[in-house]
């Protein structure tokens, strides 16, 4: 079925240091992708999405591009600051289906 | 506006109680949702609803009723908790949007404990 890989581990890393984290998906057909934030003690919010290949998705200083090729959707911001951390999930869902398969999640620290 | 609310946000129960979480949406989405949330485990879907009148397992059901009450609200019951319930819950409504992809709205979570 479908699913989606994020990488192992927690990420910490400094303040407006660069920030990657990797996401491949599989999937059957055309999927939208999705990658989700959750604040300490919230619920997820959508950060950003993309719904076909090379679509780039980008929010509040984050982006990630639809990459067919490589069935990724890895999720980048060049300059972090304290407030982004968090965990990020990163989600997809299949072209007209109300179901979304999670990763597992990657908790972001940002150290002042 | 509201979005997603959850009710209650914190439960305590002991072994062998019920309860009821509720979970209202003012999104007039069709879809909703439960998850739960354990460290190590990311999202696992207990049951959802398509629509009013219609719901399904997902991936975790066992131990657990749903009920979709109306449009708006979908509850979750546990009818005899046990500490393996233990986790935060999420309720969670989607619809499509112009390019067919479902966006979710989460609630902020009910954060139980059994013991």
């Known amino acids: 079925g479908d699913s989606v890989t994020q990488m192992e581990g927690p990420v910490t890393l400094s303040e407006e240091a660069f920030l990657t984290i990797n996401c491949t998906y599989t999937a059957t057909g055309y999927p939208s992708l999705f990658w989700y934030v959750q604040y300490p003690g919230e619920g997820l919010q959508l950060l950003l999405k993309a719904t076909k290949a090379d679509d780039k998705g980008s929010n509040k200083g984050f982006e990630a591009t639809y990459r067919k090729e490589t069935t990724s959707f890895h999720l980048e911001k060049g300059s972090v600051q304290v407030s982004d951390s968090a965990v990020y999930f990163c989600?997809?869902?299949?072209?007209?289906?109300?179901?979304?398969?999670f990763g597992k999640g990657n908790q972001v620290v940002v150290i002042p | 506006n509201a979005g997603v609310t959850q009710t209650p946000k914190f439960q305590v129960l002991k072994t062998g109680q019920s309860m009821t979480l509720q979970c209202a949406q003012d999104?007039?989405?069709?879809?909703m949702y439960w998850y739960r949330q354990d460290p190590g485990m990311g999202l696992r879907l207990i049951y959802y609803?398509?629509?009013?009148?219609?719901?399904d397992k997902g991936e975790v059901p066992n131990g657990y009723n749903v009920s979709r009450l109306n449009k708006r609200e979908f509850s979750l019951r546990l009818e005899s908790a046990a500490p393996s319930q233990t986790s935060v819950y999420f309720c969670?409504?989607?619809?499509?949007?112009?390019?067919?992809?479902?966006?979710?709205?989460f609630g902020s979570g009910t954060r139980l404990t059994v013991v």
């Open positions: 999104m007039n989405h069709n879809s």
């Open positions: 989600a997809l869902s299949e072209s007209g289906s109300n179901r979304l398969a």
């Open positions: 609803s398509a629509s009013e009148g219609t719901t």
């Open positions: 969670a409504s989607s619809e499509a949007d112009g390019q067919g992809a479902y966006g979710y709205t």
